[in-house]
């Protein structure tokens, strides 16, 4: 061999070798930061390292549910927005989300309801004023057309300062958005044979905002859906009084993320579930959900469902027969 062919292997080498340095280097790295952001969600919570929601927003990865529906159903899809509520309604004829979670998911519900090529939200209702509900309902009063935006009537000095609230209300000022109070007894036709009837919070003079949360109950032919928002015990106590009002239900949103302050045993046993849908984070600070309530409700013969294990998760109905699914369980259905 000569020489020159020689030098000429051990360059390829070298620069194999290099390549493999290299290559090893930026493994380890991302391992590194890999770990540096879990660290960072469970133990750290420093504001100046992404979370793995802001990574996947940048990245434009994420997984969803394999939903098929068909023309006479319609679909109730609770998304996953770590610790917060976002629930998004779709019927042949009408849109409609309640909440959407904190500021930092907004680009991840824009994307998810293009996916159904949502356009245009008849109704968004927010439960109430806290930022885990409504964080980034500007961003998606912007993104989309909407008719309707609902909120409850608080008390004025429960109303927040602070940034979410404010840009929320001035888009609607801008947008020319028809706002409206929430009322027990209103009727929101969806389709033929779906509606949204508001049944709470009845009266006032709740200490805490979360009890002023609307409660809403989804009828589509024969199932039935209850959101509950972040409802606190005095106020379910006021509806399970109430006999006048229906508040049985298929399917619940546990309220106020399985807290212990919530889901009280009259008002989960006239609400009878089959389903209870945990809005809730992986390894949240409150502790959510509290595990005397989610046995409770398993108890109850109810299938517990939680948005930290399932991801998003979808159930559709025809008004007779339902069933879901999952983004981390695509083949499970009921």
Known sequence: MSKKRRKARKRRKQAREAAKKVLYTLITIVILLAALIVANEKWLHCKYIPSTEKIIDFLGIERHPEVIVEQDEISVHFIDVGQGDCIFIDTPDKD????????????????????????????????????????????????????????PDVPSDMIPTLDFYTDA??????????????????????????????????GSGYSDLNSYSVIAKLVSGNRSFLFTGDTEKDAEYVLTDSWLIDISADVIKVPHHGSSSSSSVGFVKRVDPKYAVFSVGADNTYGHPNTDVVAFYRAMNCEV??????????????????????????????
């Open 169 to 202: 209300m001035n888009v609607v000022s801008a947008k020319g958005i028809a706002l409206n109070y929430s009322q027990i007894g209103r009727s929101i036709e969806l389709c033929e044979g779906t509606r949204l009837d508001i049944i709470g919070p009845i």
């Open 96 to 151: 409609m989300l309640i909440d959407c979670g904190e500021v930092e998911y907004a680009s991840r519900v824009i994307r998810y309801l293009h996916r159904y090529d949502v356009r245009k939200l008849d109704y968004i209702i927010a439960s109430h004023p806290h930022s885990d509900h409504m964080g980034g309902m500007s961003r998606i009063m912007t993104a989309f057309d909407v008719g309707e935006f609902i909120m």
């Open 305 to 334: 469902l939680m948005t930290m294990h399932s991801g998003d998760i979808v159930f559709i109905t025809d008004g007779n027969d339902i069933r879901y699914v999952e983004a981390n369980s695509r083949d499970n259905a009921a």
